[in-house]
Nanobody, 123 residues
Framework: QVQLVESGGGFVQAGGSHRLSCTVSGSSFTINAMGWYRQTPENQRELVAIITSGGSTNYADSVKGRFTISRPNAENTAYLQMNSLKPEDTAVYYC?????????????????WGQGTQVTVSA
């Protein structure tokens, strides 16, 4: 069974820093990209940051310059370093992994999702 385990959720004051971690386990397919998304009661789930196996990154404009996504050695753990946090960063953060592979008979691709972790930024 494939699992994405997120850690690092919690409370932090505005202006502070925090780091989230996500580890993928149990996948027999290649993880081509990993990303972080977030969702609030007011907004749909949105992309925060994504990193490909080649190291290319993309960020939402709202977090650019403040957040950094990393995936050391393109393995199965991704981090989201969050600096200069703002109250509007408060959300449930979800880890995502994009995969593809051949199981010996069929080609498969798709997404794995974590269960989400709450980050609350207080003023």
């Amino acid at each position: 069974q494939v699992q994405l385990v997120e850690s690092g959720g919690g409370f932090v004051q505005a202006g502070g820093s925090h780091r989230l971690s996500c580890t993928v386990s149990g996948s027999s397919f290649t993880i081509n990209a990993m990303g972080w998304y977030r969702q609030t009661p007011e907004n749909q789930r949105e992309l925060v940051a994504i990193i490909t196996s080649g190291g290319s990154t993309n960020y939402a404009d709202s977090v650019k310059g403040r957040f950094t996504i990393s995936r050391p050695n393109a393995e199965n753990t991704a981090y989201l370093q969050m600096n200069s946090l703002k109250p509007e960063d408060t959300a449930v953060y979800y880890c995502n992994a994009q995969y593809e592979g051949y199981d010996g008979t069929y080609y498969e691709d798709g997404d794995y999702w974590g269960q989400g972790t709450q980050v609350t930024v207080s003023a």
